[in-house]
């Protein structure tokens, strides 16, 4: 019997706002522990709740890049459950009317096919603090409540996942679409971004939903896919032979690659959900969600879609370019500089910039080199002043290193490469009369035995430029004078 | 509405407060007719009726994302049954 | 005596007119203390060393300001419940599981009692966590009636009520979420204010149900009700929940035409179970009140009988959950003994709270729980619509509706501790007005032949406390009662 899975995902992402979402302590990650907070944060007895209103402009922006339709009025409501780092022992969210409902992202397979996930709902909520577990004997654990009121969008995927790579493709997507709007820093190491699987099997094609499992806490795109392989594989398993999946909560070892048992559906909290009587309804009308709809810029998708119809720019290429919206916007910028093809842009940046750039250790928007160099120096090579490869392998690092234009290195290291037709003949007479074995073998060869020699020579006369003879013209005048005899 | 003891003991449980064995009935028989007094409720019919959880108007307070005063770390940990200085200290879930 | 009997305005001008100094107050005052605490016990903490080091700076800032630059509290000291925060000072909401706690900050109505030059004097006794009607369950023992010893003050807010009484204190902040501060004001023979659900900041008062819980004065007479409230209304940026509505001078429209006002008398109050002096002494402060040209009609509030079932599931659910946080880790008592998390928090939450206080966290817990949530808390707010539509309906006829605050004066100590229905069933008065957000004041009307005191209250349109303060002050003028009791 063939299985398939029914994967729903949930994702929890922190929102960049420079306060918390409920009380003006410091938004920030890795501060000394319990120095960014205040009564609000720490629960203490007579602290209220006020809502940031940035907050509210990062989560409607990021719904509305996933499609959502946005609820006008929406409810905070409490969460109850007891753990030393949740200060009121109620986190604060939203539950019967969330702010936001069915979206949607589109994700692309490794087959290129392309597939529709759908999000169910998208709501507030205010982060936990952090509880470190004592290590060996100790037999303590420390409390830090720093990230206790960070901001976070939970975002509720419909069951429309069927493969472990669909979900770290969905949940990559997640990730890109949100850093690119600005409203998250994509940094999973930190937990601006996890993630909460559900995952269930059941009979190929059958429209049932089998017993599913929640996994918590998968905290990169990698242990995402590897827990949900194992734990399919593992539900599989059971069912096989003759048992029944248990409705559970299972934790990911991501050293063993295993998932195991956290807790029970009769250990399953009962959270006591009721709504927030210290704040008001949250009230989004027309005009603030204009407002916000037209602060939101071009999404990737969109963007990719221009490059490939506007610039000529292979798929593969365009989506690599929209990777981070400043590699796009500086490949815009460098194409509309550029007179020639955009397709060469985009070749010398993906093949090229982004690999001196990133030994370097530099982003691309700490690039020393500027869209208009990236231009400049296409534009040189097109007029003869360099070969492509030098401008690759020398002027390009050049301009990483220290800033200055493509002309400017150029000139200062003497680059210009011998295009002068005479000269070049000179040097050419030169190395045939160096290398008589490869004039023969060009006068007496066939086809492809000429072709070896003629870039033999092609080789010597390098050599003897030190690589400034336009290699171009090369390959034209060689067979020429060659054949000249 | 009658209380049963293990539901007495599942809803201390849920408020994480410890109720010694000769506590267990009597809080059974209190919270029983504590119960069984407002159930009264139940003689009126509310259908078609709106809760009303708040009794503020419908409007957002909205606070600026600007960085306001945190407390200084003697404040923060000023009434702390325990602390190293640094965090919270707290007795493992379960300890070995 | 005199000095201490005499109102906050009169005190301020005097001070401001450099006949009083502060220091001379307060000692007045804390010799006031001195005298009646020990029969009393009105406070969990007096603030002597904090309130004289202040008095001395203001003594000697007297000396270099003119009179208009003199705030109207000006080293004048107030009391505060102690489920307010103080700044540095012990806040204990008269719980063993706070007891050792120190306020890492000020609630805004200190703040602006501060600002307007009060000092603190102490902070009062009350119910644990404010959940109560007679101050008897404190973790630090009752506080006592002034007028009768062996009875109770009325609660939660009893101690800030009896010292305002005995004139050990000159005027307190209370907090009322069922009848908190109206009825142990009508117990003790003093004024009370809860104001309009929302005009008060809540920022820093210990939450008990959030959605009723408001802040007001308890005051020998109703100015001085005025003046506070013109100093501690008005939106806080810090409380979601506190109204854009502008604020009047209170103490300025107190004095304003009371003839022409229509006032209701709800039917519903005046049935069975009300002592027949306390219906004696309101219905004579009616026609006092009729004399001055205001115009009575009988109204009708039908919901009344659902009033205190709604709130005793609505309020232990809220209450519930506000005290979780209690639990032994950041800022409380921790319990010595115990084996892992779990056990802490239950040992911690069990040693720390009181009997009242557990029972009222556990029917909170279950009415919230799955599966009762919609039968019990979904159906008491609805039925809150209804007692609000209720109120909505009889203000479009009456501008201020009356009623006893309690149905009986102040009953002994240990009469009713352990019966919660029947102490439950004193708030049937005071707590239809919680529910609906609204307005009312309590002020005393008589005395039964006891001699204990008996109160009347005045439930006002959502902010327009104005009027009720208007009425009360009128009241007062006519009845011109002796308020201070034989201590």
């Known amino acids: 019997m063939e299985f398939e899975a029914v994967i729903g995902l949930e994702v929890h992402a922190q929102l960049l706002t420079k306060t918390k979402i409920f009380c003006s302590c410091k938004n920030e990650f890795g501060a000394p522990p319990n120095t960014n907070v205040c009564p609000v944060c720490l629960g203490m007895p007579g602290s209220l709740p006020v809502l940031n209103k940035r907050a ?88 830090d409540l720093n990230r206790a009121g960070t901001p976070l969008i939970e975002i509720v995927s419909e069951p429309d996942i069927s493969t472990p790579e669909e979900a770290r493709l969905y949940m990559q997507k997640l990730r890109d679409i949100l850093v690119w709007i600005g409203v998250n820093d994509g940094n999973l190491e930190e937990g601006s971004l996890r993630c909460d699987a559900n995952v269930s099997i059941r009979p190929k094609g059958s429209k049932e939903l089998g017993t599913r499992t929640e996994i918590k806490n998968v905290n990169s795109f990698r242990f995402i896919q590897k827990a949900l392989e194992y734990e399919i594989e593992r539900q599989i398993k059971v069912v096989k032979s003759g048992g029944k999946v248990v409705q559970e909560t299972r934790l990911f070892d991501s050293q063993k690659g295993i998932t195991k048992t956290m807790r029970t559906k009769e250990e399953a909290e009962d959270y006591r959900y009721f709504p927030e009587p210290d704040l008001p309804p949250l009230i989004i009308d027309d005009e603030w969600l204009e407002s916000i709809r037209e602060s939101l810029p071009e999404l990737p998708d969109q963007v990719k879609e221009r490059f490939i119809s506007d610039y ?24 509309k500089a550029y ?17 001196v750039l990133n030994e370097a250790k530099l982003d691309i928007s700490d690039s020393p080199v500027t869209p208009e160099g990236i231009a400049g120096l296409l534009t040189l090579v097109d007029n003869g002043t360099i070969s492509i490869r030098v401008a690759k392998e020398e002027v390009l690092p050049e301009m990483v290193r220290s800033g200055k234009s493509p002309e400017v290195i150029v000139k200062e290291k003497g680059l210009v490469q011998i295009s002068d037709e005479s000269a070049l003949r000179e040097v050419i007479k030169k190395v045939m009369a160096g290398n008589e074995k490869a004039v023969k073998q060009y006068r007496e060869g066939n086809e492809k035995q000429k072709q070896k020699a003629v870039k033999f020579l092609i080789g010597q006369v390098m050599k003897e430029t030190k690589g400034k003879a336009n290699p171009r013209l090369l390959n034209e005048l060689i067979p020429k004078v060659l054949e000249e005899g | 509405m009658r209380l049963t003891r293990e539901e007495v003991l599942h809803i201390a449980h849920l408020a994480r407060i410890e109720l010694k064995e000769e506590e267990v009935e009597k809080f059974r028989e209190q919270l029983s007719e504590i119960l069984t007094f407002v159930e009264k409720l139940n003689e009126l019919n509310t259908e078609g009726i709106d809760p009303k959880f708040q009794v503020i108007p419908a409007e957002n307070v909205l606070r600026e994302d600007i960085p306001g005063m945190s407390l200084p770390r003697e404040k923060v940990f000023m009434n702390a049954p325990e602390t190293d200085g640094e965090y919270f200290v707290v007795p493992k879930v379960v300890k070995k | 005596m005199e000095l201490l009997n005499k109102s906050l305005r009169e005190l301020g001008n005097l001070i401001r007119k450099k006949e009083l100094k502060p220091s001379e107050l307060l000692e007045t005052l804390l010799k006031r203390i001195e005298e009646t605490e020990e029969k009393l016990n009105a406070y969990i903490t007096v603030t002597e060393e904090e309130a004289r080091k202040r008095v001395e700076v203001a003594d000697r800032e007297l000396e270099k300001l003119s009179e208009d630059e003199i705030p109207e509290l000006f080293g004048i000291p107030i009391s505060i419940k102690d489920n307010i925060n103080v700044e540095g000072v012990r806040m204990t ?70 010292a305002v009484s005995a004139r050990s ?61 013109n100093i501690i209304s008005g939106q806080d940026s810090k409380d979601a929940t506190s109204a854009k ?110 009997d009242e206080v557990k029972r009222r966290i556990m029917i909170g817990t279950y009415t919230l729980s799955a599966g009762y949530y919609d039968a019990y808390y979904l159906k008491a707010q609805k039925v809150r619509t209804l007692i609000y539509r209720d109120f909505e309906e009889s203000f479009k006829k009456v501008d201020f509706i009356v009623t006893p605050v309690s149905p009986t004066t102040a009953f002994k100590i240990g009469e009713r501790t352990d019966d919660p229905i029947k102490m439950y069933l004193s708030d049937i008065f005071t707590i239809a ?55």
């Open chain 1, 312 to 335: 000529g720019v292979t798929s593969y290429d365009a989506s690599i370019l929209v990777r981070e919206k400043e590699l796009a916007e500086f490949f815009e910028r460098a194409a």
């Open chain 3, 433 to 487: 007005v919680n529910l609906a957000g609204l307005p009312a004041l309590s002020m005393p009307c008589g005395f039964d032949s006891s001699g204990l005191p008996i109160g009347i209250q005045f439930i006002g349109k959502a902010f327009d406390e104005e009027t009720i303060l208007k009425v009360g002050n009128a009241l007062e003028k006519e009845l011109k009662l002796n308020t201070l009791p034989p201590l």
């Open chain 3, 169 to 229: 204190a000159l005027a307190s902040l209370g907090s009322d979420t069922g009848g908190s501060i109206r009825q142990p004001a009508s117990f003790c023979g003093v004024v009370g204010l809860k104001p309009t659900y929302g005009r008060v900041s809540r920022y820093g008062l210990t939450a008990f149900a959030s959605s009723l819980d408001q802040i007001g004065p308890i005051t020998k007479n109703v100015e001085d009700a005025a003046l506070l409230m």
């Open chain 1, 339 to 355: 007179k020639g093809e955009a397709k060469r842009v985009a070749n010398i940046i993906i093949s090229d910039l982004l690999g």
């Open chain 1, 56 to 143: 509210v402009e990062y989560a409607v922006k990021a719904a509305l890049a996933l499609n959502c339709k946005i609820n006008r009025y929406s409810v905070f409501a409490r969460k109850h459950y007891f753990y030393p780092d949740l200060p009121k022992a109620y986190q604060i969210t939203q539950y019967e009317l969330p702010f936001a409902e069915n979206g949607w992202v589109e994700i692309e397979k490794s087959d290129g096919t392309k597939k529709r996930i759908r999000i169910k709902r998208i709501h507030m909520e205010e982060d936990a603090g952090k509880t470190i577990h004592g290590e060996g004997f100790d037999e303590n654990s420390y409390v």
């Open chain 3, 245 to 354: 509505v502008p604020v009047p001078d209170f103490l300025s429209s107190i004095n304003g035409e009371v003839k022409g006002l229509k006032a209701g008398l709800p039917k519903e109050y005046f049935v069975e179970g009300i002592e027949p002096e306390v219906k004696e002494k309101v219905f004579e402060a009616v026609k006092r009140l009729e004399s001055l040209g205001i115009e009575f009609e009988e109204i009708s509030l039908p919901h009344t009988a659902y009033a205190v079932e709604t709130y005793y599931i609505i309020a232990p659910a809220e209450a519930s959950s506000n005290l979780g946080r209690f639990d032994g880790v950041r800022y409380t008592y921790r319990a010595k003994d115990y084996k892992d998390l779990i056990d802490m928090y239950k040992k911690t939450r069990a040693e720390g709270f009181g």
């Open chain 3, 93 to 162: 909401c008269a719980s063993k599981i706070l007891k050792d706690f120190i306020s890492p900050y000020d609630a805004t109505v200190v703040k602006r009692l501060r600002e307007r030059g009060a000092i603190f004097i102490g902070k009062n006794n009350l119910d644990e966590f404010a959940m109560g009607s007679s101050t008897e369950t404190s973790y630090f023992g009752p506080t006592r009636n002034p007028w009768d010893l062996e009875r109770v003050p009325g609660g939660s807010s009893g101690g800030s009520a009896a």
